[in-house]
């Protein structure tokens, strides 16, 4: 299993559209990561965890459900690095391949000691778009297919067929 642990505000800060995008609306950047993480996971199939800093907020640890993405929001007085340095560690093991997506250098060197990998933040932009290239694709093939039905039927009389299934007359 592949398990992709996601630093949100540092990837957020990073990626183009996610960072004119903070500078308006933080929620609206946190939804739009979020989503794309979504398609990624849905393509790939592997795990993602989103984690995002509540270091200077009150309260308590969230954790939400967000398509099929974990999303971490950390308890007071605890940064995202430490938590995805925690998660890391736990997660790790012989069936487990973790990879940490942050461009914090020092985040990096931390998880490289516990056994995870890197990836920049650059490296899963360049990833997620190329994903999104191929749903693209699969999306525009799948339109180009054109119904062949079982009984030959004229495509007047088709179009009449279809328009009584829509509800039409």
């Not at 999303?71 to 391949?97: C, H, M, P, W, Y």
């Not at 990833?127 to 062949?148: F, G, T």
Request: no cysteine.
């Amino acid at each position: 299993m592949i398990v992709l642990l996601v630093d949100g505000y540092n990837i957020i800060g990073a990626w183009p559209e996610l960072k004119r995008l903070k500078d308006r609306d933080l929620g609206q950047a946190r939804d739009l990561l979020i989503e794309k993480l979504a398609e990624y996971q849905a393509y790939t199939g592997d795990r993602v965890i989103v984690v995002f800093d509540a270091y200077h907020v009150r309260g308590l640890e969230r954790k939400q459900h967000n398509f099929k993405i974990e999303v971490i929001f950390t308890k007071e007085n605890e940064t995202a690095d430490e938590r995805i340095e925690k998660l890391a560690g736990s997660l790790t093991n012989v069936r487990t391949q973790v990879y940490v997506a942050t461009s914090d250098y020092a985040e990096q060197r931390t998880i490289f000691a516990q056994g995870a990998f890197r990836k920049s933040a650059r490296e899963l932009y360049i990833e997620v778009m190329n994903i999104q290239r191929e749903i693209n694709k699969d999306v525009e093939s799948h339109k180009a297919v054109q119904y062949q039905p079982k009984i030959p039927i004229n495509k007047e009389i088709r179009d009449i067929f279809e328009k009584w299934r829509r509800g039409g007359k």
